[in-house]
């Protein structure tokens, strides 16, 4: 039903049930906001939103009054502007605000800094000073006044964690980060704790962040509207003169959340989620946010080694190139094309994989190329989970694979979806289900519900097919799987080709057996695989480079090149390339787009116009016919590579691992 | 009287928390199952806080939110007696706020520890009793008493030490 509303004098049509402040937004009148957090239950805390409903009723908070037929709404009345100056001026003074938008009421600014100091021990301005929410509306609305003093705080500033840094004297009490934590991530690690004047956002016990459930998705630090949480790597480091923005897609898992890289003097300082699309809609993990700091390590490999006497020794791309050159020849010779092998990484760029599958092509047999990863799909998009009635999670830790996932089925549970869990061990979903099953053959549906089923890449899950009801989806582990089953590597013959004598590896996580007698390793780690390689060749990391890749969702999306890599460091495409062109078989490709537009483009049967230029242009669902056609063939399930699939730890997910072990641990 | 860092949970703890949690299922409610803990324990320890969480939708941190927001909860161990002094009007003119200081230096307490060490008070400061006619007044327990004075309130704590000698008040 559609009604009117007149705000500021002008009339809006409204559905029933849209809040004042929902109106006005899509109309685009403005009303301030504080704890106002998109895709959330309002709180109406904040009181910065107050609007007028005629002279005779007090002001109201717009977030969280539904509109109604005939109201007649002031936004910025006299009374309002006044109400909303008070608002702000004792938001100011409840806290260490020295942003300089005004003298801290009694006090000069630089007595003020001293106090501030013996809290912070620094005489640096508050950290979130040019990106504060409540420093803009003191500009705006020129709050001066000095008649109140400053409140004093009850708690101290909580620096015992080296992610997240809690200043409490910085904090007004809106309420975000506990919205963003129960109802965005549902983690439910903290919450609004004691009352009155002592009021505190708490953990479990009162205890610190380290001691309480956190995951560290970070979620609520990217919605403080406030300093008074703040990333410790970045503390004083991300003015926001300083900083650019870049935005770029992450790496780590099948979705590809949309990430805002901020970057300081060409170097990488934060991530935060962005956009309000799918597929994150603003969020992200504690991988993607905060596990990027690896591409700085000094343990990086920087140059090209090759082994000689035993002993791995720097050398010349040059020297490395003509090793392998070598290699290849006489492998080639003594024991045929069948002895050389590849395995790769499911986490690299279509250009990278493709290039690579040429070069097997040429010096080995056509399919000694693959990867260990299943084929997956996930065909609804991620905020459709909302709508099934049912969710069945089939042996898969969504919650550690697919973190942002698992929080749009958390969101679905908190709507009232009902939750299966179905596995052996129990996993963090199984706080949220309704029931838990230890087998699939323990599962019987019925015929009334909407079942969504969310499988493990790979698992046997043929007795739910072919009903109309149940809805089999499962998320790739690895961001460029699907680009690597279109571009025809599969999983089916991993086993079989690790085992050839010539092996090159661009996978992290592969374990040269004995048969391998001559292995190049190409890694941007030193590991397992780089300890027995008998030449290294080092390769760039995701933000070192562009590419292409394609996610859970058959979607095809470009990341950008944002730092340049260290040393001689190059991409792997460009290596493999250089190395073709050394051995007479192919020519050197200049660039990736290049590559794209000549012969990736191709491969997936995209039209002619979708060039590279016009990838920028954010996602591109490749059609289900495209995505099936690519994969015939590869895209059956296999049961071997699921098990196989559980002794792989890929080398990011396991340094996300040492990450969150040194977070727990404070180590 | 600090909570100890891992609380080790005896079976006679855990079959207090199953019965409590079996014989309130039927509400369903978070504060009626904390109040009842409350009540049986003196107070909501950190092991109960965990068991309700593993049984209900709850989470540890909401519940310890709850528990701080309200007074009648407390996260550690209150005495046998409870002493309410009241902080209403009429007691506060009636000096409450001097009884008050002398009550906790009587019973050698403060506003961070308000229990005794021998675990046979708190001194709970309340709004108002609702006896104003009485004033200054405070409560022990269910009962109150009225026209307070410091000499009167001595032979209060008195009587309730020696009652919890002999076990009977």
């Known amino acids: 039903m559609k009604s009117t509303i007149k705000i500021n004098n002008i009339e809006y049509d409204f559905e029933m049930g849209e809040t004042i402040l929902e109106v006005a937004r899509r109309n685009g009148v403005y009303i301030p906001t504080l704890c106002n957090l998109q895709e959330t239950k309002p709180t109406g805390a904040c009181r910065i939103c107050i609007v007028e409903l005629g002279k005779m009723s007090a002001p109201v908070a717009s977030c969280s009054t539904p509109a109604a037929p005939g109201m007649e709404v002031l936004t910025d009345s006299p009374r309002i502007i006044k109400a909303r100056k008070t608002v702000i001026e004792l938001l100011m003074i409840s806290g260490n605000h020295n942003c300089a938008a005004i003298g801290n009421a009694k006090t000069e600014l630089t007595d003020f800094m001293q106090e501030v100091k013996e809290y912070d021990s620094s005489t640096d301005i508050c950290t979130a000073y040019g990106e504060c929410e409540l420093q803009s509306l003191a500009y705006k609305y020129m709050v001066n006044n000095r008649s109140l003093e400053r409140i004093p705080t009850n708690y101290q500033l909580e620096n015992n964690d080296p992610l997240i840094g809690r200043d409490f004297s910085r904090c007004i009490l809106c309420g975000r980060c506990v919205q963003a934590c129960t109802e965005v991530s549902v983690n439910n690690a903290i919450s609004h704790g004691y009352r009155g004047n002592i009021a505190k956002i708490v953990v479990r016990g009162d205890k610190t962040l380290p001691d309480s459930e956190c995951v560290y998705c970070g979620e609520c630090l990217q919605v403080c509207p406030v300093g008074a949480l703040y990333e410790q790597r970045s503390k004083y480091d991300q003015r926001k003169w300083q900083v650019s923005h870049v935005e770029s897609t992450c790496y780590y898992c099948g979705i590809g959340c949309k990430l805002d890289i901020s970057l300081k003097d060409n170097r990488i300082i934060r991530i935060n989620g962005s956009g309000k699309g799918e597929p994150n809609r603003g969020q992200l993990c504690f991988k993607g946010r905060f596990a990027f700091d690896f591409i700085y390590s000094s343990e990086r490999l920087k140059y090209p080694m090759v082994r000689s006497g035993g002993k791995l020794i720097k050398s010349t791309w040059e020297n490395a190139y003509k090793k392998i050159a070598e290699k290849i020849e006489s492998y080639s010779n003594k024991y045929g094309k069948d002895s050389i092998g590849c395995v790769i990484s499911a986490k690299h760029s279509n250009e990278d994989i493709y290039s690579l599958k040429k070069f097997v092509e040429n010096i080995s047999v056509t399919d000694n190329i693959a990867h260990s990863e299943p084929f997956s799909r996930f065909n609804i998009n991620y905020s459709d989970i909302y709508e099934y009635e049912k969710i069945v999670i089939v042996e898969t830790d969504i919650s550690r694979e697919n973190p942002v996932a698992a929080n749009y089925i958390k969101r679905a549970y908190l709507n009232g979806s009902e939750l299966i869990v179905i596995g052996e061990s129990e996993i963090e979903l199984s706080k949220f289900a309704g029931k838990k099953l230890k087998k699939l053959s323990d599962f019987k549906p019925d015929n009334n519900s909407k079942y969504l089923v969310i499988h493990a890449p790979g698992y046997d899950v043929s007795s739910l097919k072919g009903k109309k009801h149940i809805y089999l989806n499962s998320i790739s582990r690895e961001n460029n799987t699907i680009g690597a089953y279109m571009l025809g590597i599969g999983n089916e013959k991993y086993e079989e080709i690790k085992k050839k004598k010539l092996m090159i590896s661009t996978s992290p996580s592969f374990k040269p057996g004995k048969s391998v007698e001559f292995l190049v390793a190409m890694d941007f780690f030193p590991g397992e695989q780089t300890e027995k390689a008998d030449v290294i060749l080092p390769a760039a990391a995701w933000v070192e480079y562009e590419g292409t890749y394609v996610n859970a969702h058959h979607q095809l999306y470009k990341t950008n090149k944002i730092v340049d890599p260290p040393g001689s460091v190059k991409p792997l495409w460009m290596i493999v390339s250089e190395l073709s062109a050394k051995m007479g078989i192919g020519s050197e490709i200049l660039s990736v787009r290049e590559l794209w537009n000549e012969e990736i483009r191709n491969k997936f049967n995209l039209p002619e116009n979708f060039l590279y230029e016009e990838l920028h242009k954010g996602m591109a669902l490749l059609g289900e016919e495209i995505s099936n056609k690519m994969t015939a063939g590869n895209g059956k399930i296999d049961n071997e590579s699921s098990k196989i699939h559980k002794i792989f730890c890929s080398f990011c997910d396991g340094l996300a691992d040492v990450a969150e072990k040194r977070v727990k641990t404070g180590v | ?169």
């Open chain 2, 1 to 169: 009287m600090e909570q100890k860092e891992n609380e080790v949970i005896s079976a006679e703890d855990i079959q207090v928390l199953d019965s409590i949690y079996n014989e309130n299922r039927e509400y369903d409610s978070i504060m009626i199952y904390l109040q009842k803990i409350q009540s049986a324990l003196g107070y909501v320890p950190e092991y109960a806080i965990k068991y309700l969480a593993s049984k209900t939708k709850a989470s540890e941190s909401h519940m310890f939110g709850v528990i701080t927001f309200y007074s009648q909860f407390s996260t550690k161990p209150v005495g046998k007696n409870i002493i309410k002094i009241c902080n209403g009007t009429a007691c506060h003119v009636g000096g409450s706020k001097v009884l008050g200081k002398k009550l906790k230096a009587m019973l050698n307490v403060d506003d961070e520890n308000p229990t005794t060490e021998d675990r046979l008070f708190t001194v709970q400061p309340v709004a108002c009793l609702g006896c104003c006619a009485l004033a200054p007044a405070m409560m022990v327990n269910d009962k109150v008493y009225g026209t307070l004075t410091v000499e009167k309130m001595k032979d209060i704590i008195e009587t309730y030490k020696k009652g919890s000698e002999n076990g009977d008040f």
